[in-house]
């Protein structure tokens, strides 16, 4: 007899599916099956008409077949086609899509399906049959290979040092490594992998973005040249992405570097986990399910009793809380490799700069400046502006009736691209030739308003004939292999100057550079969202450490700053390089206004076409949140706010709107979200109109 107790050798299972959580059809379905299965099993089972992916999480017992029958009398539905060829997925992965999918409240199979590698979901057996074949010959060729020497390990710091020692007598837990830019963070990491594989372990490295992951295989592949390295992020082709998962999964891989999506990338042997430059928001997923992999990471590394180091020059605000209160291992890089100096920083204050004649453009340099990087291209050296705006300029205008180049469709202006000619929205990506005349009155003289790094570009080009001067940003970098032909101009020394966005202030290691320029950062100073100044401090940081990365260069390396605000006091703690009172300052300033780290939050997002339609949903579902919260004993620990629309209210042609919960308490936060969110579904049917709606725990920007 079966465990279902009614025919030999049938068993009832339970399968996740990609459903999401408010289709109110619960985490798992029941099927069964005449083969035995292993839970994390992936196969095919039917769902009404269509055949789904699933995966087999857990065996049902006899309950799921009692149900059916008090339900209607019916039977449990057959699996269909068994991915038999790939091993489960092990307890410890299911477990952690379990915490994630429960933590952000999305559906368990709709979180569980989508951090597979799409191929595998739309492969049979016997086509996965084939890719595993393929991947094992590739294997075995990879072993065959001749190993290349390894490379030469440089000479520790004493900080390093110490903090390899400190780990290595250190139980498993989350260390943030706080060292300042060009302190060797990356050695210590190389380390600790040495070690991990030296034990036989897998080791998971995480970046923020895409354009850091070569960079950085390429180092560790030289210092491991005869293991097995693999890269895990979304500009991978689908055959790509599957190969290196596969290889994870089936313990090949020695190495995993990747973007936030390879924290759910299942390693046998995980002995590492690293999230480099921790405090970047590239970590948090914005669309989805909204999930941060560095804080699944700290929870991955406690799960599986593996170390956790968080490295940063300027750690998030959560993440220095919790070392300064002890909860995180706290270690220090404070000095540069090589005994180099930090830069010299210099806030140039512009409002006593000169002003331009009339009818003439204002200068992108402030002359110091200016005669700061001629001294740097009269010497050989590199300099490095940095402006966090793609495109020529913001907006065009009219002159002689005052016209802008809206978009239609978003509440946003379009960016003039002056290499294309067109005005594009950076929301919604409408594209249009940028007209004659003004569409209103006709005028002829429209004029290009605020500057972009293409308006930089030029400028710099202009005020210093014969400078070789390039640009690194995302409309220079669109094509396959530009990023990597830019930064090898710039490593050779075939660049003077290098105009970018934030692209260019990230974990890039420019030998030559000696100046770096933040050439209009002021726009970051007053916004809204409370996180503004954390982030612009830290780019401005991690500007400043692209400059005397050269120890011998690092006396006379400077990082200036172009500001109308020169009394803030961001800028006088970014000239002591003081992140500690900085951030003491800022937690002081959250502490007082119950922000986090000492609140805990959720958004409720909607976008309809028309705002009240959204408005009127959005208050609907305060309403059943305060009852919800009333009704559990939570009223006094809950706050919810009125809905208002976010920074950029429109976006292609829906109006959006957002409404923030917040408690002190984490746990009660959570009880009020696992009772309330289920019952958005049901709301968003009274509210016709309304096209999405979205919760994002633990949000980013506000």
């Not at 570097?257 to 997923?285: N, W």
């Not at 300052?585 to 028309?610: I, N, T, V, Y």
Request: one cysteine or more; charged letters at 25%.
């Amino acid at each position: 007899m079966g465990p279902d107790g009614d025919r030999a050798g049938v068993t009832a299972w339970k399968v996740a599916v990609e459903t999401p959580a408010h289709a109110g059809l619960g985490d798992t379905l029941d099927y069964e099956s005449e083969q035995p299965l292993a839970p994390g099993t992936l196969l095919r089972v039917p769902l009404g008409r269509r055949a789904v992916p699933g995966l087999v999480w857990d065996q049902a017992g006899d309950e799921g077949r009692a149900a059916a029958r008090q339900g209607g009398g019916y039977e449990l539905r057959p699996v269909g086609e068994v991915l038999a060829c790939l091993p489960p997925l092990p307890l410890s992965w299911r477990r952690l899509v379990e915490f994630a999918a429960r933590y952000y409240q999305r559906g368990l199979g709709e979180l569980a399906l989508a951090v597979l590698p799409p191929e595998l979901r739309k492969l049979d057996d016997a086509g996965l049959a084939k890719r595993l074949k393929k991947l094992g010959k590739q294997v075995s060729a990879r072993a065959a290979e001749p190993t290349a020497p390894v490379a030469q390990r440089p000479e520790l710091t004493a900080e390093q040092a110490a903090a390899l020692g400190t780990l290595a007598t250190a139980q498993a837990g989350c260390t943030l490594l706080h060292g300042v830019t060009g302190s060797g963070k990356t050695e210590v990491y190389l380390r600790l992998a040495e070690a991990a594989l030296a034990e036989g372990r897998q080791a998971l490295l995480m970046v923020p973005e895409i354009n850091l992951t070569p960079q950085l295989e390429a180092r560790f592949a030289e210092r491991f040249p005869g293991r097995f390295l693999v890269s895990l992020h979304s500009g991978l082709t689908p055959a790509q992405r599957l190969a290196h998962w596969l290889a994870a999964h089936l313990g090949h891989a020695d190495l995993v570097l990747g973007t936030r999506l390879a924290i759910f990338c299942p390693m046998p042997r995980l002995g590492l986990i690293v999230v480099d430059e921790e405090h970047d928001p590239s970590y948090k997923q914005q669309d989805g399910a909204r999930y941060s992999a560095r804080d699944l990471a700290v929870y991955r590394g406690h799960q599986e009793s593996v170390p956790v180091i968080l490295g940063s020059a300027t750690p998030s605000l959560e993440t220095w809380h919790h070392a300064q209160s002890g909860r995180y291992r706290l270690l220090t890089l404070a000095e540069r490799v090589g005994q180099g100096a930090l830069p010299k920083v210099h806030v140039l204050d512009m409002n006593l700069q000169p002003r331009p004649v009339p009818g003439e453009p204002t200068l992108a340099l402030a002359p110091p400046l200016k005669a700061a990087i001629e001294a740097r291209i009269a010497r050989g050296e590199q300099s490095l502006l940095f402006l966090n705006r793609r495109g020529f300029a913001p907006v065009l205008h009219c002159t002689a009736c005052g016209w802008k180049s809206g978009c239609p469709h978003c509440s946003a202006w379009r960016v003039f691209h002056k290499g294309d000619r067109t005005l594009r929205c950076h929301h919604c990506a409408f594209t249009e030739r940028v007209p004659r005349a003004c569409p209103e009155c006709g005028n002829l003289d429209i004029q290009p308003v605020g500057r972009g790094t293409e308006k930089l570009e030029e400028q710099v080009a202009l005020a210093l004939p014969g400078a070789r001067v390039a640009r690194i940003d995302a409309v220079t970098t669109r094509l396959k292999g530009t990023l990597e032909d830019q930064l090898a101009a710039m490593h050779a020394g075939d660049v003077d100057v290098l105009v970018g966005t934030q692209m260019v202030t990230k974990g890039h290691d420019f030998r030559r550079v000696t100046l770096v320029a933040a050439v209009d950062p002021d726009g970051a100073l007053f916004t809204a969202d409370f996180r503004a100044p954390e982030r612009l401090f830290a780019t401005l940081m991690q500007a400043a450490g692209r400059a005397g990365r050269d120890a011998e260069a690092s006396g006379r390396s400077e990082m200036w700053v172009q500001t109308w605000s020169p009394a803030h006091p961001l800028f006088a703690a970014l000239q002591r390089h003081d992140f500690a009172r900085f951030a003491a300052s800022q937690l002081k300033d959250r502490e007082m206004a119950g922000l986090p780290p000492f609140s805990h939050l959720a958004l409720l997002r909607c976008e309809a076409r028309d705002a009240t339609v959204a408005e009127a949903f959005l208050r609907a579902a305060r309403e059943e949140a305060r009852h919800l919260a009333e009704d559990m004993g939570q009223a006094e620990s809950i706050s919810l706010y009125a809905p208002v629309p976010p920074h950029v209210a429109k976006v292609a042609g829906l109006e959006r709107r957002q409404m923030l919960v917040e408690s002190a308490s984490r746990a009660a936060l959570q009880r009020v979200l696992a009772a309330w969110v289920p019952g958005l579904a049901g709301l968003k049917a009274k509210h016709k109109g309304v096209v999405r709606w979205a919760i994002d725990v633990d949000p980013v920007s506000i």
